[in-house]
């Protein structure tokens, strides 16, 4: 099992002057956004900066004691904080017990959550200064200012964007450990030309790209060292087409395959209409399990688009999207986003069939969330725009689909994450999303009626045994659907068999009874549930938790 907690570096014979740290959501995130900062101290900070600095990183289900109690221990005149909308609850209570316990430690916050309305909050308060924006360059020179002695600082610090030739990459702050246990964090660019109104990245005014020679060397330093599991943060990874073909062409020269699972994974976000034969020339060559696209569809009502300045060509979209799913082996996890200013049930689902017919391998079912300083804020009048006050802000209600429905949608987006993008009920699944001939459901009416009788039958949304859903999903397809019960029995035992479970669900007691040994628990179990990982581009436990981190950040 892997440890929750970030393994601790070497000690030192002298303490840090200064400490970066982070509440990640899961231990396998590196946080790419504290290397950065620790890979400038010398260069923005003063020579000499860097060998008292050290980083640490913890996961947001850790005590809030437990972390300081490792702070403090350090003894650190300066902490800086990396502020985001998953850990913000957490990190507050960790600097409360820290100002509490040591008020002459100075506390410097920075990250996207507190790049915008810092009055309204109160980590803002607690804290001593804030960077907004970029902190490359303006965080080490604070820490030099904080360590020189006593001097007037500004509590609110705008970052200081640097050309990106002036940085220092941070890829040498992966450790070892790092690179043989957790997903790691690239970028060859910063920025997004894009101006959709939900996304923080709206706010910049182009995309700024690294140079491409120096990139490259570091990815290939990575990859001498032992990385294989490379996740881009580019917001646009295929705008500049001569450095996306010369990227994917870098992994496609580093692919090797071992009992036919690749040993390198490369995650991509993508612009979803944009896709020239140059680079589908060299993602047909990409084996399974080694690419992973997020493509962002977000919606397909060309009103809402329109409204929320997203500039998208919804047949080239679909084109592209029928081409990755069927002429490459590229796994393709596409983005939808509920509650959007004008969208309307009735329209989302319209949208929601269209994308499902495409088949892609995920839906990511994502709710509205108004992230700090976005301009999606400019339709809160207009759209009776209600949002959750607390993190992370998620739309509640507006004019067009009530708190009701939006609690009902909710719901269904918990359960298409159990249901249909856990890879565990492909037959299932097609039997309850396209149902049998004449059925006049569409997928989402399907999933939504589903969803609605597993809320009224369980009242749960967490917690669900494998062997529970196998039950409730048979009890469904044969009560409200009216199928055949030794249809449904058939699909969920090939199912349940290719998971490689070992309990026995009660609809299929009799049948895992009548099965061989080593249909149940044996090689044919291993093999098919090693090809449901591979159609899923999963290699091994290490390999799952990298690509559902991947799908999720």
């Known amino acids: 099992m892997i440890s929750s907690a970030a393994p601790l570096p070497a000690t030192t014979s002298e303490p840090p002057r200064v400490v970066l740290a982070t509440l990640n959501a899961k231990y396998i995130h590196a946080s790419l956004g504290l290397r950065c900062l620790l890979a400038n101290m010398d260069r923005h900070g003063g020579g000499g900066l860097r060998a008292v600095t050290q980083l640490r990183e913890f996961v947001i289900q850790q005590r809030p004691t437990q972390i300081v109690e490792e702070l403090l221990a350090l003894n650190p005149q300066v902490i800086g904080l990396g502020i985001y909308i998953w850990n913000v609850v957490e990190t507050t209570q960790v600097l409360r017990l820290l100002k509490a316990l040591r008020p002459d430690i100075k506390v410097v916050l920075g990250g996207p959550e507190v790049s915008h309305e810092v009055e309204a909050q109160e980590i803002c308060r607690l804290a001593d200064h804030v960077i907004t924006g970029w902190g490359d360059v303006s965080f080490p020179k604070i820490c030099r200012a904080l360590l020189d002695g006593p001097q007037p600082l500004m509590k609110v610090i705008a970052g200081e964007q640097p050309p990106l030739d002036d940085l220092a990459f941070p890829y040498d702050e992966y450790t070892d450990a790092d690179i043989a246990k957790r997903l790691l964090y690239v970028e060859a660019s910063r920025g997004c030309p894009f101006k959709c109104e939900f996304c923080l990245s709206a706010l910049d005014k182009t995309a700024w790209a690294f140079d491409l020679d120096a990139f490259m060397a570091e990815m290939n330093a990575l990859y001498q060292r032992g990385a294989r599991n490379f996740k881009f943060v580019d917001r646009t990874f295929n705008l500049k087409v001569e450095h996306s073909v010369r990227i994917l062409q870098f992994f496609l020269d580093r692919l090797q395959m071992a009992n036919e699972v690749p040993n390198l994974f490369v995650h991509f976000e993508v612009v979803p209409d944009s896709l020239p034969d140059r680079l589908k020339e060299l993602i047909v060559q990409f084996p399974a399990g ?54 309307t049930l009735e329209s989302f689902a319209a949208g929601f069939d269209r994308l499902y ?158 099965a061989s040994p080593s249909q149940t628990q044996g090689g044919q179990a291993r093999a098919q549930r090693q090809s449901r990982h591979v159609s899923q581009h999963v290699a091994g436990q290490l390999r799952s938790e990298i690509q559902q981190a991947a799908a999720a950040a």
């Open 290 to 343: 080694s690419l992973q696209f997020e493509v962002g569809i977000q919606s397909f009502n060309p009103e809402v688009q329109q409204r929320i300045s997203r500039k998208q060509d919804n047949l080239k979209t679909a084109d592209n999207l029928r081409w990755l799913v069927n002429q490459s082996q590229a796994h393709v996890h596409a983005d939808l986003i509920f509650g959007l200013p004008g969208e």
């Open 357 to 514: 017919a495409l088949a892609p391998h995920e839906i990511q079912f994502g709710i509205l969330k108004r992230l700090r300083g976005t301009p999606i804020a400019r339709h809160t009048a207009d759209f009776a725009m209600v949002y959750d006050p607390q993190t992370p802000y998620t739309i509640l209600q507006n004019s067009t689909i009530d708190f009701a429905t939006l609690q009902r949608i909710q719901r269904f987006a918990r359960y298409w994450d159990m249901i249909a993008n856990s890879g565990r009920f492909l037959r299932a699944r097609a039997l309850l999303l396209d149902g049998v001939e004449g059925s006049p459901m569409s997928a989402f009416s399907a999933f939504l009626s589903f969803s609605d009788w597993l809320w009224q039958s369980t009242g749960k949304t967490h917690e669900f045994a494998l062997e529970k859903l196998v039950d409730l999903l048979f009890e469904h397809l044969t009560g409200p659907r009216g199928m055949a019960e030794d249809t449904v029995r058939q699909a969920l035992l090939a199912d349940y068999q290719a998971s490689g479970a070992r309990a026995k669900p009660k609809c299929l007691a009799e049948l895992l009874q009548a």
